[in-house]
């Protein structure tokens, strides 16, 4: 009987484990081993949904992000230091190549600390920019919880975010308002496709350092919805790394707590918002997996077991030009424990490109059908009159998705001499055709006139 106590432990126990779908080994990077508790719920919950946490100080001998040359974490969580420097095991470069190695970072920031040098020289890389000056902090005289911050403003109360883009799917909504204390803001670089903002600041907020002992703010680092509180940048191989203007939000005291936003009392989301925003972070939600893609030749033929008719060939090398081709792409979304079908947002659609140097089609793809746990795209298009080396592309890239992108390469042949229509199947042609039995026709007549016809009798003159 042990062991089948034994079995059924670690049965439950699987049951609850790695809900990324990268890896369940992360990593908390905390200054003073005193602050562990502020933050105690945010990491319970972490370990409820079933990661591995593993805390260390940035001055640990110990502390490195990488084993061997691999990743030895999959997840990082830098909370606030306050010192200037992490030290050599999190330096730009370092944060940089985990990135590049897939890995995930939720940074988060506070203007009650300088950031390090190693931090704002990652996010100059990134190009997200933070206020030079410490103690910077995102103020604002409508939006604020007026039983905390009645003089100051500075606690921010702010609605889920409802409408991040048109055609992109939120992954962070919800209900109820979040309290952002002491948030340092950020402004986002317009020349990067990889940055995303997903909280912004009011339009009545603005960058404010409590040192200046001006009235007003003259030169403000930025205003309205140029700050953004929360920011995200998702790589091109699918590395995340979220940046987080106030670290307050994760800790203990802000996650039930109540607030007071223009004398109406109410209750903080922050808990909620922690964990979704964990949750993209960690890429338990947003991931994207292709499944079989396949293409063949559209002949009208149903692609069923039981059909008396031959079924096409899959995944051909070769095609012919002028042919009716049919392409289809089975995709699944992960979310938090299982793969699910993948629904695109409204208003986006996937493409597919049949390319050569340049694409010859764009074609949009539709829901086709669904199993279980994944949407089958598909669309069918006729091959261009051109013979070349062309590529089956997909190329989806989408905020707070992971990157698709497939690509497939076959050739299209021109026509072969006995490919070609007949002269006769051409109505173009019959006026040809007809002209040269015309031709013939009168060239027989006239060869059978002239040898049927009696030559004419001449009178010989005779002479002496």
Known sequence: MRWLFSLVVVALLAAVQAVSFTGKRLLVVLDEASEKEKYSVFLGDLEGRGFHVTTESPKSDSLSLFRHGERAYDHVVLLPAKSKGLGPALTANLIL????????????????????????????????????????????????????????????????PTNLKSGVKNYFGGDGYIAVPRAVGQTLGNESPLLAPILRAPSTAYSYNPKDEADTVE?????????????????????????LGSAEILQNAWFAEKATLAGKDIKTANRDFAEKLSSWTFKET????VGKLIHYLDEGVSKKLNSSVAVPENNPKIYRIKQDVAFQVEISEYSNTHLTPFVPADGDSIQLEFSMLSPFHRLDLTPI????????????????????????????????????????????????????PRSWQISGAWVWIGGIWVTVLGWVAFVGLWLYSAPTEKSIKKTQ
């Open 219 to 243: 030169d403000p680092f930025a205003t309205g919805s140029q700050l953004n509180l929360v920011s995200a940048v998702q790589a091109h191989n699918s590395a995340r790394l979220a940046v």
């Open 369 to 420: 059908s669904q199993t279980a746990n994944s949407t089958i795209f598909g669309v069918s298009f006729k091959t261009p009159d051109q013979h070349g080396i062309f590529n089956f592309h997909v190329k989806y890239n989408r905020p707070f998705l992971t990157n698709i992108e497939e690509k497939r390469q076959v050739t299209v042949r021109h026509f072969a001499h006995d490919e070609w």
């Open 97 to 160: 190549d985990f990135l590049k190695k897939e890995g995930n970072i939720l940074l988060a920031l506070s203007s009650e600390s300088a950031t390090p040098t190693s931090v704002q020289s990652l996010l100059l890389e990134l190009d997200i920019h933070i206020p030079s000056d410490k103690g910077a902090l995102v103020v604002d005289h409508f939006n604020y919880d007026s039983s905390s911050a009645s003089e100051k403003h500075d606690v921010l109360l702010l609605p889920y």
């Open 286 to 289: 947003g991931v994207l997996k």
